[in-house]
């Protein structure tokens, strides 16, 4: 079998999806943004059609995030589609936290696909990583770097 790691994983991304990331992104700013992702499995990956902004209700969201209960509930109950979570770092790399790591067993049953995103410069656009987030052999969930395509 081959190994997991080696299996190339995409994540394709639509425009406005993206600019709707981004724009959220932006929106939170100095504090973490964050939200849901909607769409569905597609060749080698996975597509993401929509976003859906959660507020972020952390009482210290410089450095993390925690959903909304009540929207992402709402969320949870509109089904169709949920495939994944984004939260930005604002002020690092957009690869995953201690916290994030920690965070990552309350979403990863019901969801595959983790994006993470940093402001790139001062004109609103966005530094981008994708993972897939998946049960390995010991039994934990694991994110995965994926490729992000665009369009
Ligand atoms: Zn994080």
């Known amino acids: 079998m081959a190994d997991p790691h ?3 994983r995409e994540i394709r ?3 406005s999806c993206g600019r709707h ?7 939170g700013l ?8 909607r769409g569905k499995a597609a060749a080698g990956g996975m597509r993401i059609d929509a976003f859906a902004p959660i507020r972020n209700v952390a009482p210290d969201p410089l450095h993390r995030f925690v959903l909304d209960p009540v ?12 495939i994944g979570l984004f939260h930005s770092h604002p002020c690092s790399p957009p690869v995953p936290s201690e916290e994030d790591l920690r965070q990552l067993p309350l979403f990863a049953g019901m969801l595959s696909v983790y994006l993470i995103g940093s402001p790139k410069n001062a004109d609103g656009e966005m530094e981008l990583n994708g993972f897939m987030i998946e049960k390995e052999k010991d039994g934990l969930y694991h994110l995965i770097p994926a490729v992000i395509k665009h369009g």
């Open 21 to 27: 990331i981004a724009e959220h992104l932006v929106s």
């Open 71 to 82: 929207e992402w509930t709402r969320e949870c109950l509109r089904g169709d589609g949920l």
């Open 30 to 37: 100095p504090y973490e943004a964050c939200g849901v992702l």
């Open 13 to 15: 991304l639509s425009a």
């Open 6 to 8: 080696t299996v190339r």
